[in-house]
């Protein structure tokens, strides 16, 4: 066994899933982390990998994937994580090596036996995959990254492939909040909140938590559409899961199914996510938050 | 300039799906079945480009039960120009739709393939970026903006730390977000009509494709349930409770 792991790394700096995706990987064999080369210091001193690859990794899933294809051939599993960029290259890979993918994996239980999400949570496959190769992808929020310390080798690559498409323009969301993936808590606003979006970051800024909003609250552009929570947006596990005003669509809590506790905050007791929660509160969001913010001033709770 | 569209018939998405208590699948039988919802919002990018006069032909393409008919007559009332059903009762996986879609590009030679990002029934986000492969074509996945020109296509895609555009030569393919559009309904009478449309069928079976499984589902299992918790009566007692549960947090 022997696995290569594409790192996610964003402005050369490494995102909370490598470390997660890594330490899952690691149960499948020893790891070698691919990794932007500006990325390489941080990835070696990552706890589970075994050695880093390091090298100028193409922006495009095209020239990736053939990248990775010319990696591939000593390694038995190749892994990334099941985010944007992961879904993006993983599927074309496994068509370049002539292999079925298994992706969005939320359980490793043997180097071929995995488990996946269906019919957006409402359903869990086990799956078993008998090819020479495994092309995978990993929720980075179903693995809990590895403590420790760690200083593996690095090994410079040169790769030449080329890629027939041009980034011409990316737009960054900017946020202070940790990542919504990963976060240990996430606070998320609907549609009543309407323009007062601000509600849910003052709120989130006093637990340290990700901001999260509706598919509704999106598309009303209230709230930046990579803040989605749900299954056609981020997929979240939380340990804490605070929903304000949210009704709690099905595909809203297809993609809160991973959260250890939810809260919920929301004047109709009968909604969906208020008969779910393990703590409700039955209140107008305008009045009822910022009284949660003063007790939790008064207790002292700053994350 | 031609656009191909694949469209796939899932269980509608409103319908709130069940485990089998055997474990070997879910309950498909009666219910509502229809296009899947990203696939709409494709048809309605290449109806879309039509309109605009950037393209003159709009094949769909399905593969599945004859059934699957349902949701090629969808794509015509839209505004495809003629379908193809690839028909198979087999039950596929991402590698084989993506090969027979390879042979349907092969013969319809189109300048571009539009599909929905993913299934919402596996869930699986493959068949665009593996076609792509297949054929060697640039791809542009969770597309929210599309332009064409100059025998290029100009595409913003949606990504984790916002959105990014990437420009590409033609032939390329764009699987299609949910923000790309606004998909138009189309009434029963608007399909009725789609019927006189040339709709082709070919049997799967006569491609001489492998369309083997690679992978064995051993077991399909619902969710844990969750019980309802308690409801508390104020926000003090409810900012109480959130400072219980930071209590009981280990550090990540």
Same mark, same amino acid.
């Given at each position: 066994?022997?696995?290569?792991?594409?790192?996610?790394?964003?402005?050369?700096?490494? @995102?909370?899933?490598?470390?997660?995706?890594?330490?899952?990987?690691?149960?499948?064999?020893?790891?070698?982390?691919?990794?932007?080369?500006?990325?390489?210091?941080?990835?070696?001193?990552?706890?589970?990998?075994?050695?880093?690859?390091?090298?100028?990794?193409?922006? &495009?899933?095209?020239?990736?994937?053939?990248?990775?294809?010319?990696?591939?051939?000593?390694?038995?599993?190749?892994?990334?994580?099941?985010?944007?960029?992961? !879904?993006?290259?993983?599927?074309?890979?496994?068509?370049?090596?002539?292999?079925?993918?298994?992706?969005?994996?939320?359980?490793?239980?043997?180097? &071929? !036996?995995?488990?996946?999400?269906?019919?957006?949570?409402?359903?869990?496959? @086990?799956? %078993?995959?008998?090819?020479?190769?495994?092309?995978?992808?990993?929720?980075?929020?179903?693995?809990?990254? &590895?403590?420790?310390?760690?200083?593996?080798?690095?090994?410079?690559?040169?790769?030449?492939?080329?890629?027939?498409?041009?980034?011409?323009?990316?737009?960054?969301?900017?946020?202070?909040?940790?990542?919504?993936? &990963?976060?240990?808590?996430?606070? %998320?606003?609907?549609?009543?909140?309407?323009? !007062?979006?601000?509600?849910?970051?003052?709120?989130?800024?006093?637990?340290?938590?990700?901001?999260?909003? @509706?598919?509704?609250?999106?598309?009303?552009?209230?709230?930046?559409?990579?803040?989605?929570?749900?299954?056609?947006?981020?997929?979240?596990?939380?340990?804490?899961?605070?929903?304000?005003?949210?009704?709690?669509?099905?595909?809203?809590?297809?993609?809160?199914?991973?959260?250890?506790?939810?809260?919920?905050?929301? @004047?109709?007791?009968?909604?969906?996510?208020?008969?779910?929660?393990?703590?409700?509160?039955?209140?107008?969001?305008?009045?009822?938050?910022?009284?949660?913010?003063?007790?939790?001033?008064?207790?002292?709770?700053?994350? | 300039?031609?656009?191909?569209?694949?469209?796939?018939?899932?269980?509608?998405?409103?319908?709130?799906?069940?485990?089998?208590?055997?474990?070997?699948?879910?309950?498909?039988?009666?219910?509502?079945?229809?296009?899947?919802?990203?696939?709409?919002?494709?048809? *309605?990018?290449?109806?879309?480009?039509?309109?605009?006069?950037?393209?003159?032909?709009?094949?769909?393409?399905?593969?599945?039960?004859?059934?699957?008919? #349902?949701?090629?007559?969808?794509?015509?009332?839209?505004?495809?120009?003629?379908?193809?059903?690839?028909?198979? #009762?087999?039950?596929?996986?991402?590698?084989?739709?993506?090969?027979?879609?390879?042979?349907?590009?092969?013969?319809?030679?189109?300048?571009?393939?539009?599909?929905?990002?993913?299934?919402?029934?596996?869930?699986?986000?493959?068949?665009?970026?593996?076609?792509?492969?297949?054929?060697?074509?640039?791809?542009?996945?969770?597309?929210?903006?599309?332009?064409?020109?100059?025998?290029?296509?100009?595409?913003?895609?949606?990504?984790?730390?916002?959105?990014?555009?990437?420009?590409?030569?033609?032939?390329?393919?764009?699987?299609?977000?949910?923000?790309?559009?606004?998909?138009?309904?189309?009434?029963?009478?608007?399909?009725?009509?789609?019927?006189?449309?040339?709709?082709?069928?070919?049997?799967?079976?006569?491609?001489?494709? #492998?369309?083997?499984?690679?992978?064995?589902?051993?077991?399909?299992?619902?969710?844990?349930?969750?019980?309802?918790?308690?409801?508390?009566?104020?926000?003090?007692?409810?900012?109480?409770?959130?400072?219980?549960?930071?209590?009981?947090? *280990?550090?990540?």
């Amino acid at each position: 066994m022997a696995v290569l792991v594409l790192a996610d790394a964003d402005l050369g700096r490494l @995102t909370p899933a490598t470390a997660r995706i890594v330490a899952g990987a690691a149960e499948l064999g020893p790891v070698d982390l691919l990794v932007d080369a500006a990325a390489a210091e941080e990835a070696r001193s990552l706890a589970g990998v075994h050695r880093v690859l390091a090298a100028a990794l193409p922006a &495009t899933a095209d020239a990736l994937a053939q990248l990775l294809a010319v990696l591939a051939e000593p390694y038995t599993h190749i892994v990334a994580a099941a985010n944007a960029s992961g !879904r993006d290259v993983i599927p074309r890979l496994a068509a370049l090596l002539d292999i079925q993918p298994v992706t969005d994996i939320t359980a490793i239980l043997g180097p &071929t !036996r995995f488990e996946r999400p269906i019919y957006a949570g409402n359903a869990t496959e @086990t799956v %078993s995959d008998g090819q020479a190769k495994h092309v995978l992808s990993l929720r980075a929020s179903a693995f809990a990254a &590895t403590v420790g310390e760690n200083s593996a080798v690095v090994s410079n690559i040169s790769p030449e492939v080329a890629s027939a498409t041009e980034v011409i323009a990316e737009v960054r969301t900017q946020s202070e909040r940790p990542e919504l993936s &990963t976060a240990q808590i996430v606070v %998320s606003g609907g549609i009543p909140l309407g323009d !007062r979006f601000a509600l849910v970051e003052d709120l989130a800024g006093k637990l340290g938590a990700a901001v999260g909003a @509706t598919r509704a609250l999106v598309d009303a552009g209230h709230a930046p559409n990579d803040l989605q929570v749900g299954q056609t947006g981020k997929i979240v596990a939380p340990d804490l899961y605070v929903g304000l005003g949210i009704s709690g669509a099905l595909q809203h809590l297809a993609g809160i199914q991973g959260a250890k506790a939810i809260f919920a905050i929301n @004047t109709d007791a009968e909604a969906p996510l208020m008969k779910i929660a393990d703590v409700a509160l039955v209140a107008d969001l305008f009045e009822a938050v910022p009284a949660v913010i003063a007790e939790l001033d008064r207790l002292g709770i700053k994350r | 300039m031609k656009i191909l569209v694949a469209v796939k018939r899932v269980i509608d998405h409103a319908i709130r799906i069940r485990v089998k208590p055997d474990g070997t699948g879910v309950e498909t039988a009666n219910l509502r079945m229809s296009m899947n919802p990203f696939d709409r919002h494709a048809v *309605e990018a290449a109806v879309r480009l039509a309109e605009a006069g950037q393209a003159d032909e709009i094949v769909a393409v399905s593969i599945g039960p004859k059934a699957a008919t #349902d949701v090629l007559l969808t794509a015509l009332a839209m505004g495809a120009h003629r379908g193809l059903l690839l028909e198979t #009762d087999a039950k596929l996986e991402t590698l084989a739709v993506a090969k027979l879609l390879r042979h349907v590009a092969d013969e319809e030679k189109p300048d571009l393939i539009l599909l929905g990002k993913q299934a919402v029934d596996d869930d699986s986000n493959h068949v665009g970026q593996m076609l792509a492969g297949l054929l060697g074509w640039p791809q542009a996945t969770f597309a929210s903006a599309i332009e064409l020109a100059d025998g290029q296509a100009t595409v913003t895609r949606e990504v984790d730390f916002g959105r990014q555009t990437l420009r590409m030569s033609l032939p390329a393919i764009v699987t299609a977000d949910l923000r790309l559009n606004e998909p138009r309904n189309v009434g029963l009478p608007m399909v009725m009509k789609a019927k006189s449309k040339p709709l082709a069928t070919r049997a799967v079976a006569g491609l001489g494709i #492998d369309i083997t499984p690679r992978l064995v589902v051993e077991t399909v299992t619902p969710p844990r349930e969750r019980a309802q918790g308690r409801v508390v009566a104020t926000p003090a007692e409810f900012a109480q409770a959130i400072a219980a549960e930071i209590g009981k947090m *280990e550090p990540r």
